[in-house]
Structure formats: structure tokens, C-alpha cells
Nanobody, 126 residues
Framework: QVQVVESGGGLVQAGGSLRLSCVAS????????VGWFRQQTPGKEREFVA????????YYADSVKGRFTISRDTANNTAYLQMNSLKSEDTAVYFC???????????????????WGQGTQVTVSS
């Protein structure tokens, strides 16, 4: 079993920055694909934000490209989402997701991930 915990959310003014952290514990592989998603309205489908694949490769939604950066510290099973130049439309609950399966997968699809955190609220005031 894998536990995923996000942190780092908060209230920030437009143009500001936040860094989200995601710690995975339990039976995690040494390098696992991780994705960040966000949900702006409860009940609405989670929107892809960024992903880091198994060995290498990072991917971003067009809406955050150039502003957000995904990274990870494999030694500590931690992933990060650095968010710069935040906009009011970035306001959402942000979720970290971990995939424990090998093989080809669609990194932007929530169902491709196996374990999820509880989410952390990011609010950007204009």
C-alpha cells in the first residue's frame, strides 16, 4: 500500500509563487511516475497539470507551461510542483497522484494513477 500526502498550499496574490510537496510512503518503487492534477469545483473532473514519468520526461498542461515546474527527490520519495506567476484561474484543490504500474500510459488521465493524496487548497487572489 502507498500513502500520498500533499502540502504547501495556501493563499497567495496573483503573480506570486507557491511550492507544493508530495510525499509517498509505503511500498513505493524507487522511481515512480507522478502526476499533479487540480479540481476547481467539487465534483468536477480533475484537470491534468503536470507529470513526471518513470525515468525521465516531464509534461505540462498548456495552461501552466512556462509557469509551473515538476520535479522530484527520489531519495526522499518526494515530488514538487513549483508554481510561479500564479493567476486567479489557478485557484483549485491540487492533488498528487502516484502510479505503481509499469508500462506505457496516458500521463494526463487520472485513471492511469493508482494512489492519490487528499489534496491541498491553492487560492490565488487578484
Amino acid at each position: 500500500q502507498v500513502q500520498v500526502v500533499e502540502s504547501g498550499g495556501g493563499l497567495v496574490q496573483a503573480g506570486g509563487s507557491l511550492r507544493l510537496s508530495c510525499v509517498a510512503s509505503g511500498r513505493t518503487p524507487s522511481k515512480y511516475p507522478v502526476g499533479w492534477f487540480r479540481q476547481q469545483t467539487p465534483g468536477k473532473e480533475r484537470e491534468f497539470v503536470a507529470a513526471a514519468k518513470w525515468i525521465s520526461g516531464t509534461y505540462y498542461a498548456d495552461s501552466v507551461k512556462g509557469r509551473f515546474t515538476i520535479s522530484r527527490d527520489t531519495a526522499n520519495n518526494t515530488a514538487y510542483l513549483q508554481m510561479n506567476s500564479l493567476k486567479s484561474e489557478d485557484t483549485a484543490v491540487y492533488f498528487c497522484a502516484v502510479r505503481s504500474r509499469y508500462g506505457i500510459y496516458a500521463y494526463s488521465v487520472p485513471n492511469e494513477y493508482d494512489y492519490w493524496g487528499q489534496g491541498t487548497q491553492v487560492t490565488v487572489s487578484s
